[in-house]
């Protein structure tokens, strides 16, 4: 691929300037990936019980049980129609389950609105990346961080409040360029989101979210259209991230890539959790291997 | 560096073309400039070009205005408001109400009181009120999709301007004052914003004494106060459309204008980002509407009367065609889109027809038949192309639509829609993170777009 070669031709010339700039500032040599880690708390973040959600006469979860432990990096597989998306969304809040709780951190964090989850540190990425198309790159990031001073009105135009919110906007700005530079998408900062390839679009959403500082990031297929080399590329950095405390639950299609990269996989099917555990465990379960392949195999 | 000179000249000319505000000077000024050279043309005498300056600022202004704000509503947040004229409407109706001098007994039929506050009460109560009524709408109206959204704007605009029709409350009492919102004659503007400005000010008299004097230098003739009231009303407007342009650039240029973008793009994903894209729709639903009222107030309240037939909803298709023209999402584009829209579309083809008129001294035929017979028996276009011309200002709305259609094929995101207003409050230009640090975040404030070199564009 011609554009990681760029990529890495753009980081390396970065490095020493970043080095000079940052000499005033001896915190950051971590990086905000990994200073963020450190507030994670240390609990079991996600808990769903007996979730059900209909859409009229269909059942798409029917009773879906399932945990996510602290820093683990959690893979949820199953085929077409086994609920996992719904399970997703009833998650984040876009759908209001028909039955059920969902704890976060120990809150009940049921039929929330997906603004409330997010404020929560249970953030998502979507299955079809929904960057902004037509703001930049760094717009983008940008928007990301919670607690911006300037969200609020009167901050952003009043003379005197103004001065604050620049402030603030130039940590920002820092912020994102840091973490677009752990990315390595920095050289694409000023394009258009619109612009962007398909696998960059998976960096930018990722960045983008742990920008929010998120404690537990829900991927929808995260590698849904990323050639192999960007997909080795993106599970590098998941996982760095999980190294350095973040829980990922990820939504996959692809079997061998859950198997591979997961401790824990847990298993859907027709709306409700079939099998958890290892991988190896799953892989050799009879009632998963009949779920992907057919009922047949059972004779 | 002495090869450097030339290079370093049109450098700094390029930077100074860069400042949206020189594109909007020089706009500005060069439309200016093109009607007073067709006046001059016509032989317009001194007092016939002022007035038509006046009028032509007056128009600018409030095209521009209004295309600021359904700007914040469109450009920004990407809310389809078609009810534009409703809460300009709203506006003028309420500070009429508030400020037209009181009546405590019966008055005679056909003149309604107010309640006889100050004209500034009255101003700042018709922006209130629009904007209240625009959170009323948003409240319930936020929840549907932006097709659906459009059409309740529209509907709402309507209901405005049917209860302003209505009979039943053509007048009552309220509170021992005798007010109402007249019906279908309307409202009679009993107050005068331009000498209320100059007394509140206080330069009532030293003004008179300057327009008479100023007027006789001149040779305006008798009476020259209308014609300097109208170029100063003119110029209290560009105040005010200052006024909104530094507000609407500083709340695009912010964090607050970052999440309205977000939110126009895709409010899912905005949504999943935690921000809670409710609160900041209603925000700026209630702003734009509150603007809106404040144009409808300066559009209206020196016409000395209003009738609620002038709030058809023309007047909100002509600031979407401005809107359109400067390009959805750039508040100097919306300048400009008012600006262009003012002087070609609204007031461009009356002016023309005087133009042509006057140059070609043609005998106009007054009904259609005589104008296409010619064409068909003889093929002589004269009489057809007279008629046009005679007709041409209610051809306006062809040649706005012909224009709108151009626009759509040609440049649908017009002048400056596609282009990027960075949506922070510091330059984001930097082309890594080392040159974001080295740069001071004071030195620009997102005013200036000193950075041409970026691919952006």
């Not at chain 2, 019966?106 to 922006?127: D, R």
């Not at chain 2, 305006?220 to 909104?244: H, T």
């Not at chain 2, 207003?421 to 997102?446: F, K, M, N, Q, Y």
């Amino acid at each position: 691929m011609s554009d990681t070669e760029v990529d890495e031709a753009a980081v390396t010339a970065n490095v020493p300037e970043d080095a000079e700039a940052e000499v005033d500032e001896p915190e950051t040599n971590d990086s905000t990936v990994e200073r963020e880690a450190k507030h994670v708390p240390n609990a079991i973040p996600l808990k769903v019980r007996g979730l059900r959600k209909e859409f009229g006469g269909i059942v798409a979860a029917a009773d879906v049980n399932l945990s996510v432990e602290e820093g683990s990096l959690t893979g949820l597989i199953g085929p077409n129609g086994a609920g996992k998306s719904t399970t997703f969304n009833c998650i984040t809040g876009v759908h209001e389950p028909t039955a059920g709780q969902i704890h976060f951190q120990g809150e009940d964090i049921t039929g929330l609105s997906p603004n409330e989850v997010a404020e929560r540190g249970l953030v998502r990425t979507f299955q079809i990346a929904r960057e902004l198309e037509e703001m930049s790159v760094l717009e983008n990031m940008m928007l990301a961080p919670t607690n911006q001073r300037g969200e609020s009105l009167w901050r952003s135009v009043l003379p005197v409040a103004r001065e604050s919110v620049k402030q603030q906007e130039a940590a920002v700005l820092e912020r994102c360029w840091e973490m677009l530079e752990f990315f390595e998408i920095d050289h694409l900062a000023h394009e258009y989101a619109g612009n962007l390839s398909g696998g960059q679009r998976k960096l930018l959403e990722l960045a983008r979210a742990l920008l929010t500082e998120p404690s537990v990031l829900l991927l929808d297929e995260p590698f849904a259209g990323v050639n192999p080399s960007l997909e080795s590329r993106l599970l590098d950095h998941i996982n760095d991230l999980q190294e350095s405390g973040y829980t990922f639950l990820i939504v996959e299609h692809d079997m061998d890539l859950i198997m591979e990269n997961c401790e824990h996989v847990i298993v859907m099917h027709q709306g409700t959790v079939l099998t958890e555990g290892a991988p190896d465990e799953v892989r050799t379960n009879e009632a998963v291997i009949e779920a992907y392949l057919g009922g047949e195999v059972d004779g | 560096m002495s090869d450097g000179e030339d290079g370093d000249v049109s450098e700094r000319l390029a930077a100074v073309w860069a400042n949206d505000v020189t594109k909007l000077v020089v706009l500005v000024g060069g439309i200016l400039a093109l009607y007073v050279g067709a006046g001059t043309l016509l032989d317009y005498g001194v007092r016939q070009q002022l007035n038509s300056i006046g009028l032509l600022v007056f128009y600018v202004a409030v095209f521009a205005m209004l295309a600021l704000a359904l700007n914040l509503h469109w450009g920004y947040t990407g809310l389809f408001n078609i009810g534009v004229i409703g809460f300009m409407a709203i506006g003028i109706y309420v500070t009429a109400v508030l400020s037209k001098s009181a009546t405590v007994t019966e008055p005679a039929a056909g003149s309604i009181g107010g309640f006889g506050l100050p004209l500034w009460l009255g101003i700042i109560g018709g922006v209130l009120a629009a904007a209240v009524f625009g959170a009323l709408v948003a409240l319930p109206a936020l929840r549907l999709r932006a097709d659906y959204f459009a059409i309740v704007t529209v509907g709402v605009s309507e209901i405005v301007r049917f209860t302003l029709l209505e009979s039943s409350l053509q007048q009552m009492q309220v509170f021992g004052y005798f007010i109402g919102l007249g019906g279908g004659s309307g409202l009679i503007l009993d107050f005068d914003i331009t000498d209320g400005l100059l007394d509140a000010v206080g330069v009532a008299d030293p003004y008179a004494t300057l327009t008479d004097s100023l007027g006789t230098t001149l040779g305006l003739g008798g009476n020259p106060k209308p014609v300097f009231d109208g170029l100063y009303y003119g110029a209290f407007l560009l105040v005010f459309l200052v006024l909104f342009y530094v507000l609407l650039r500083r709340v695009g240029n912010s964090p607050f204008g970052r999440v309205l973008k977000a939110i126009r793009e895709d409010e899912e994903a905005t949504k999943s980002l935690g921000k809670d894209t409710n609160r900041f729709k209603i925000k700026s639903f209630t702003i734009g509407c509150a603007l809106m009222g404040l144009a409808g107030i300066l559009f209206y309240a020196e016409q000395g009367a209003i009738t609620p037939n002038a709030f058809r909803p023309r007047i909100t298709f002509f600031v979407w065609i401005a809107l359109i023209i400067g390009g959805a999402g750039s508040n100097t584009g919306s300048v400009m889109g008012g600006a262009i829209f003012a002087a070609f579309l609204f007031r461009g083809p009356l002016f023309l027809k005087n133009v042509i008129q006057e140059s070609f001294d043609i005998e106009a035929v007054s009904t259609f038949g005589q104008a296409v017979s010619p064409l068909i028996s003889g093929l002589n276009p004269v009489p057809m192309l007279a008629y046009a011309v005679d007709n041409l200002a209610q051809l306006q709305l062809v040649i706005m639509g012909l224009t709108l259609i151009y626009l759509m094929h040609n440049r649908p995101e017009g002048l400056l829609g596609h282009r990027q207003e960075p949506a922070a409050c510091v330059p984001l230009t930097g082309l890594s993170r080392s040159d974001t640090v080295a740069a001071p975040p004071t030195e620009t404030d997102g005013g200036v777009a000193s950075n041409g070199g970026d691919g952006d564009e």
